[in-house]
């Protein structure tokens, strides 16, 4: 099967990484150019990765030789930037957030409508090691039914001073992290969305966009999702905590190890019920004196770079994809549903100046 020959167009932060990444192997990618508005970064890039620059889309969009164009420039530009490269008859990698305004939110909806199996969307953090370790606890039963979930990227006093923190330019924290939170939250959910609940803030970070970030999804299903992003945590709390009916499993912000703690699988609860007399003084309240936990804690599997894993995890299943139409785990509708209620948020927190 041929290699993808592919372009990033944004050389920045991110789109260096994808040229890096998705060229790590040859039998999946080559990389055929890059573009940048910045001339500098064009030359530094094309001389590094030894493919062809282009300081302009149109012209990038016009090489033959691309059949994929990841798109890695500012949030503001990415939903019309996909529509370009489609009807140039692109495979579009769309970074998050793809879409920032409700115009972008109709036009994805199109896009994807129109281009079936042409426009994947760069949610890489759902391949984060320890959130996939994380879903196969979940599944192999031993939490019981999963009632909360909690997801907090907390930063330690990050005072984030460029375009990411201005909302005239697309940032804020809803639209830096808030896409993978979301993202990762609607999968552990695993049902339908029936409520959304929000407040946003601005607490150290310069700029107007918001670097406090607060939204609790309620399932269909009754589970509870509460995401949490903050750019003014001096001391973070654990990344990830999932609670079930037989257990639970927490770990921290660097996702190295995982603790679990649950009922022996053999536990049943005998038939119990509330009586309307007080309690005794002096006797514990609960009928249970000893139940039979187990506790353990799990090293993350792979043991590797998160940022590395989500770039090499992310490449391979677009290849497969693309090549071997095997479904992206990361579908259409799940990234249109992050951006749905990112709108929602939006709407419920008017005291923030968004665009669009
Ligand atoms: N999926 C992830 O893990 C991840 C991580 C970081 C950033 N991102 C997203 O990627 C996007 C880029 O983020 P970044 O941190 O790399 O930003 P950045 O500012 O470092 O890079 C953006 C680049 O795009 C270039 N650019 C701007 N307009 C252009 C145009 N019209 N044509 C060509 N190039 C243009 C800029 O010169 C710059 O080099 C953002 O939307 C961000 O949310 C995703």
Sequence with gaps: MSAIKFGVCGIGRIGIEHCRWFSDDSNQYKLEAVCDIAADRVAAAAARFGC?????????????????AIIA??????????AQALSAGKIVLLEKPIGVTAEDYTLLRQLVEKYPQRIYFC????????????????ASGVLGRINVIKLCKHHIFMRRNDWQMRLDCGGGQLSVWGPHLIDQGLVLLGSPVRSVHSYLRRILTPGDGDDHVKITLVGEND???????SNSAAIAGPYCTIYGDRGALTYEQDQKEIRLKHLAPAFRWEAATAAADSPTPGRPVSAEQELPWIEETRKVE????MWIQVEIEIARHLYRAIRQQVPMPVKSSDALEVVRITEIVKRQNPQFAWIG
């Design 52 to 68: 062809k620059g282009y300081a302009d889309f149109a012209a990038f969009l016009a090489d033959p030789e691309i059949e994929l």
């Design 73 to 82: 420039t500012r949030s503001l530009d990415h939903a019309r930037s996909a």
């Design 123 to 138: 949610h890489n953090h759902r391949f984060e090691p320890a959130f996939m370790n994380a879903q196969a606890i979940v």
């Design 223 to 229: 589970t509870v999702a509460e995401l949490e992003i």
């Design 302 to 305: 792979p043991d590797t770079s």
